[in-house]
């Protein structure tokens, strides 16, 4: 099934090229969660998932568990710009967590590309999208409901995410691993988390992270900006490839530019060529040609 929330650097681009690539797991971890769409594409029946913005985590909790309430506090409010900004209000100071829950996915639909940004006190503040009053559906009830049904087999935490993982250990876990991404001076100043940046040390910590837990046989799959800084740092145990696209975060999509994109795996993945995605290294002229590597034996 499609996410039912819009997200920043989300992956439904991605899903047709590696859905089926992907090798059998029993629990799945995504500590970094966004709008989960591999999550709600895979349905596994065992997951573990996570991010650091208690309002997103708190909606899928809310949807999962309270389902029609908010699908009922949901239909109230009308596609408008005047019942936009009152929502917006009272989301900052709403402390029930299932009126939060609809207001969140309210105004996620609402706001300017699906964006989630906060002030200096926390307060969300991101006007609303051009043309979403013509062309926005709010909610899908069915969606909703189908969405539930799959966060059931979920475990949702609020938490840093070394703490998501720290009990994958087995060669039957696979993770996930998509954090925001680095710009070109190895530090992000547009998406934040609960009010904190993903820093450069975060970058360091991940990177090493992964290299752990794939010395222990755990399944990792991550993505990131093709950043010359980011791809020396995962050598020697992985896959990479560099994707070019389109970047999906610009007001007027004809103005949005080529974006080189990393993944990195712990498994080969193929095209439509056939060629292993370790091989086929498509880099910008910006970028310098990076050499693939793969060392199936790896000493803990």
């Known amino acids: ?48 998932l996570a991010d650091s913005n ?17 699908i009922k506090i949901l239909k109230r409010l009308k596609n408008d710009k005047n019942v936009y900004y009152r929502v917006r209000e ?43 009053i013509q062309r926005n559906k709010i909610f ?5 409901l189908k969405a539930s049904q799959v966060l059931k087999n979920a475990e949702l935490k609020c938490c840093d995410f070394e703490e998501t993982v720290k009990h ?13 991404y680095v710009t070109t001076n190895l530090t992000n100043g547009f998406i934040k988390y609960n009010s904190v940046l993903f820093s450069s040390t975060d970058e360091l910590r991940l990177s090493a992270l992964a290299h752990k837990l794939a010395c222990r046989g755990v399944k990792i799959m991550l993505s990131n900006a093709a950043h010359p800084l980011i791809m020396r740092q995962y050598k020697g145990m992985f896959y990479k490839t560099i994707i070019d696209r389109a970047s999906l975060i610009a007001g ?11 993944l990195v795996s712990t498994f080969p993945m193929t095209f ?12 910008p002229p910006n970028f310098k040609k990076y050499k693939s590597d793969f060392n199936p034996k790896c000493k803990i």
């Open 1 to 48: 099934m499609n996410s039912f929330l819009k997200w920043a650097g989300g992956k439904k681009w991605l899903i047709p090229k590696i859905k089926n690539q992907i090798p059998k797991f029993k629990t799945y971890y995504e500590p970094f969660l966004g709008s989960g769409t591999l999550f709600f594409e895979l349905e596994p029946k065992s997951a573990l």
């Open 54 to 70: 208690f309002e997103l985590i708190n909606c899928y909790r809310q949807v999962r568990n309270n389902c029609l309430l908010v």
């Open 90 to 132: 009272k989301f900052n100071c709403e402390k029930d967590l299932v009126k939060k829950s609809a207001y969140f996915i309210y105004l996620n639909k609402m706001c300017w590309n699906g964006l989630y940004r906060v002030n200096s006190r926390g307060e969300f503040n991101v006007p609303i999208g051009k043309n979403v």
């Open 140 to 144: 899908d009830t069915d969606q909703l």
């Open 168 to 180: 994958a250990t087995r060669r039957s876990d696979f993770i996930y691993l998509d954090p925001p």
């Open 252 to 262: 007027d999509p004809t103005k949005r530019s080529r974006f080189a994109e990393l």
């Open 272 to 283: 439509n060529d056939g060629k292993a995605a370790s091989l086929k290294i498509t880099a």
